[in-house]
């Protein structure tokens, strides 16, 4: 009988041991992952109404079938702004309500959130916040067993992809595993390759008779990779633009605040927006109050078109030529090109803080700055210590990168745009009232041209011809003045442009100055962007000899103090060349 005691007590004891173990080997995964990735994604609501087309599409149905002999990979691609984020929301909520659903959100305006790496670890995150965890965790305590290094770098990828196999296939034995991956094309190029790879072969090896195959579908940008997929849906087919318009209605119902003149109001922004959800997240907050949506409704065609242009292109120019003539008169060119390059050329959201110290500029301009950028800004961590801004949309970056060579400077368009602009506002708003213009031209051609008439009688056909377009215009406008206004707002769209321009190359200089240092008692934390990416802002760059001789001296001066200071972050595998 002492034996029995004996050995019940000594395997309680291991129990409570190895309990204890598997206890702080959890707590440090989950500090450790909380830390490299911050705080879970806040889940986005989208409109009940809306994605419910999805589940008519043939693709969809067999994709989502029972049959476990169908291949489980579905690829729904389209442009940006054109619903991807919107339609990955939606599934990510309705997919099998008792079924695991496991979801990320990639971002390219975030290094941490654009890797195949940050792909793995939020997903892992999701596994070990969700019920039974402690298998997970037990799981993940044998594959990384006495490492005490950092378990959540590229330097462990492979056994974490293995982690990650292993807890869905023991999920997958009783429930079905969805993976829902948005924004592919936000990654970098070996990390689409890579997890397109490890998905698919995720898909087709999974389908053991006691297990049940794990679903995926990704979104993303056309791209060559979604030629491998099984099943695909395009959102720019005929149909398909037709569904995604009436979504579009939907949300822009939602925001009505008119009694009469719901069905005009919706006709007018869904036609607007040309199948473009960014287009409606950009627009509804300028629509926020009755008087605005009724001036829209009453068909004020000058209105419309400076508060709501048609395309994503002409609304983002809308608001910049806004910020433009709001902060003009206050602040320096340099200083708004600056700010604005350097939030579109960072690697991930920025807090005040940091825009401050990269730019070099005092704190009242980049607080006056940043107000002004409020609408084309995206906040994280709102109201908390770590809230950072960034572009609201990779879009914008893209489009301005596209229109970074010019011959004209900067400084010269930040002069003569205030002309421009006035101009072409002055020619919208009166080529209504000065119609008259038309006929008085008209008139004086024909007098002066008469003997050419007279000569040539088919050219009073012509005359006629134009007199007859004149008097059909509804409303009545002049053409002529219609003419030289598209001419001044193309002119003010390219002054824009050229302000506002981003060269990936300025990406190497907005970190700071390799030898910044800190003012007497300032806190040494706005130095963890540079020091952490600066390397991959020279890499971007594409640095040339000066350049790189200019790096090799400061390297030979403060390569140890480069060193110690990400250490003391803990970003060394980060800053080196891990990018998560």
Same mark, same amino acid.
């Given at each position: 009988?002492?034996?029995?005691?004996?050995?019940?007590?000594?395997?309680?004891?291991?129990?409570?041991?190895?309990?204890?173990?598997?206890?702080?080997?959890?707590?440090?995964?989950?500090?450790?992952?909380?830390?490299?990735?911050?705080?879970?994604?806040?889940?986005?609501?989208?409109?009940?109404?809306?994605?419910?087309?999805?589940?008519?599409?043939?693709?969809?149905?067999?994709?989502?079938?029972?049959?476990?002999?169908?291949?489980?990979?579905?690829?729904?691609?389209?442009?940006?702004?054109?619903?991807?984020? $919107?339609?990955? !929301?939606?599934?990510?909520?309705? /997919?099998?309500?008792?079924?695991? &659903?496991?979801?990320?959100?990639? =971002?390219? *305006?975030?290094?941490?959130?654009?890797?195949?790496?940050?792909?793995?670890?939020?997903?892992?995150?999701?596994?070990?916040?969700?019920?039974?965890?402690?298998?997970?965790?037990?799981?993940?305590?044998?594959?990384?067993?006495?490492?005490?290094?950092?378990?959540?770098?590229?330097?462990?990828?492979?056994?974490?992809?293995?982690?990650?196999?292993?807890?869905?296939?023991?999920?997958?034995?009783?429930?079905?595993?969805?993976?829902?991956?948005?924004?592919?094309?936000?990654?970098?190029?070996?990390?689409?390759?890579?997890?397109?790879?490890?998905?698919?072969?995720?898909?087709?090896?999974?389908?053991?008779?006691?297990?049940?195959?794990?679903?995926?579908?990704?979104?993303?940008?056309?791209?060559?990779? $979604?030629?491998? !997929?099984?099943?695909?849906?395009? /959102?720019?087919?005929?149909?398909? &633009?037709?569904?995604?318009?009436? =979504?579009? *209605?939907?949300?822009?119902?939602?925001?009505?605040?008119?009694?009469?003149?719901?069905?005009?109001?919706?006709?007018?922004?869904?036609?607007?927006?040309?199948?473009?959800?960014?287009?409606?997240?950009?627009?509804?907050?300028?629509?926020?109050?009755?008087?605005?949506?009724?001036?829209?409704?009453?068909?004020?065609?000058?209105?419309?078109?400076?508060?709501?242009?048609?395309?994503?292109?002409?609304?983002?120019?809308?608001?910049?030529?806004?910020?433009?003539?709001?902060?003009?008169?206050?602040?320096?060119?340099?200083?708004?090109?600056?700010?604005?390059?350097?939030?579109?050329?960072?690697?991930?959201?920025?807090?005040?803080?940091?825009?401050?110290?990269?730019?070099?500029?005092?704190?009242?301009?980049?607080?006056?700055?940043?107000?002004?950028?409020?609408?084309?800004?995206?906040?994280?961590?709102?109201?908390?210590?770590?809230?950072?801004?960034?572009?609201?949309?990779?879009?914008?970056?893209?489009?301005?990168?596209?229109?970074?060579?010019?011959?004209?400077?900067?400084?010269?368009?930040?002069?003569?745009?205030?002309?421009?602009?006035?101009?072409?506002?002055?020619?919208?708003?009166?080529?209504?009232?000065?119609?008259?213009?038309?006929?008085?031209?008209?008139?004086?051609?024909?007098?002066?041209?008469?003997?050419?008439?007279?000569?040539?009688?088919?050219?009073?056909?012509?005359?006629?011809?134009?007199?007859?377009?004149?008097?059909?215009?509804?409303?009545?406008?002049?053409?002529?003045?219609?003419?030289?206004?598209?001419?001044?707002?193309?002119?003010?769209?390219?002054?824009?442009?050229?302000?506002?321009?981003?060269?990936?190359?300025?990406?190497?200089?907005?970190?700071?100055?390799?030898?910044?240092?800190?003012?007497?008692?300032?806190?040494?934390?706005?130095?963890?962007?540079?020091?952490?990416?600066?390397?991959?802002?020279?890499?971007?760059?594409?640095?040339?000899?000066?350049?790189?001789?200019?790096?090799?001296?400061?390297?030979?001066?403060?390569?140890?103090?480069?060193?110690?200071?990400?250490?003391?972050?803990?970003?060394?595998?980060?800053?080196?060349?891990?990018?998560?």
């Amino acid at each position: 009988m002492y034996h029995t005691v004996r050995n019940n007590t000594t395997k309680a004891l291991s129990a409570q041991v190895n309990g204890d173990v598997n206890f702080n080997f959890g707590e440090r995964i989950k500090g450790a992952l909380v830390k490299k990735i911050g705080p879970s994604q806040r889940r986005k609501e989208v409109n009940p109404q809306t994605c419910k087309w999805l589940r008519e599409i043939p693709n969809f149905l067999s994709w989502n079938s029972n049959d476990t002999n169908i291949p489980g990979l579905l690829w729904i691609c389209g442009g940006p702004g054109k619903g991807k984020t $919107h339609l990955a !929301t939606h599934l990510a909520s309705q /997919l099998g309500k008792s079924d695991m &659903v496991l979801n990320y959100f990639c =971002d390219a *305006r975030d290094i941490l959130r654009s890797t195949e790496l940050a792909v793995i670890l939020g997903l892992l995150n999701q596994l070990l916040e969700s019920e039974n965890s402690e298998h997970h965790y037990r799981i993940m305590s044998d594959k990384f067993s006495g490492i005490e290094q950092d378990l959540f770098s590229g330097a462990y990828i492979a056994d974490l992809w293995d982690c990650l196999e292993m807890i869905i296939g023991k999920i997958s034995q009783n429930h079905q595993v969805y993976l829902v991956l948005d924004g592919l094309d936000q990654c970098d190029s070996s990390s689409r390759i890579h997890l397109t790879s490890q998905l698919r072969r995720m898909c087709s090896e999974n389908r053991q008779e006691e297990k049940k195959p794990v679903k995926v579908v990704i979104f993303s940008r056309s791209s060559d990779l $979604h030629r491998q !997929t099984d099943f695909m849906i395009d /959102l720019h087919e005929d149909e398909t &633009v037709k569904w995604t318009e009436e =979504d579009i *209605r939907e949300i822009v119902k939602e925001s009505c605040l008119l009694e009469q003149g719901e069905t005009e109001y919706c006709d007018i922004l869904t036609k607007r927006a040309n199948g473009t959800f960014l287009w409606v997240a950009l627009a509804i907050p300028l629509l926020d109050n009755k008087p605005v949506q009724q001036k829209i409704v009453d068909g004020d065609s000058a209105f419309l078109d400076k508060l709501l242009p048609s395309e994503l292109e002409a609304m983002y120019n809308m608001m910049l030529l806004n910020i433009l003539q709001l902060v003009h008169g206050k602040f320096q060119c340099k200083e708004i090109m600056e700010i604005f390059r350097c939030l579109a050329t960072s690697l991930h959201p920025l807090t005040k803080d940091e825009v401050e110290f990269i730019t070099a500029l005092d704190g009242p301009v980049v607080d006056g700055v940043l107000q002004a950028f409020q609408d084309i800004l995206s906040i994280t961590g709102k109201g908390s210590a770590n809230e950072a801004v960034g572009l609201i949309h990779s879009s914008l970056k893209e489009l301005f990168v596209q229109h970074s060579l010019s011959l004209i400077s900067e400084e010269i368009c930040w002069s003569i745009w205030p002309i421009l602009s006035s101009t072409g506002s002055w020619l919208r708003e009166n080529r209504f009232q000065l119609w008259l213009l038309d006929y008085a031209v008209l008139i004086a051609m024909s007098v002066y041209f008469q003997e050419h008439l007279y000569q040539h009688p088919t050219l009073i056909f012509g005359f006629l011809f134009c007199l007859l377009q004149f008097v059909s215009q509804a409303p009545r406008s002049s053409l002529l003045i219609g003419l030289f206004h598209k001419a001044f707002n193309r002119l003010v769209n390219k002054t824009t442009m050229i302000i506002f321009s981003v060269r990936e190359k300025e990406g190497a200089e907005h970190p700071g100055p390799l030898e910044s240092k800190t003012k007497a008692g300032e806190p040494w934390h706005h130095l963890r962007y540079p020091c952490r990416c600066w390397v991959r802002h020279l890499e971007r760059g594409h640095p040339n000899s000066y350049e790189i001789e200019t790096v090799y001296a400061f390297v030979k001066k403060h390569y140890l103090h480069w060193l110690e200071t990400i250490s003391i972050f803990g970003v060394i595998s980060e800053a080196v060349g891990n990018p998560i």
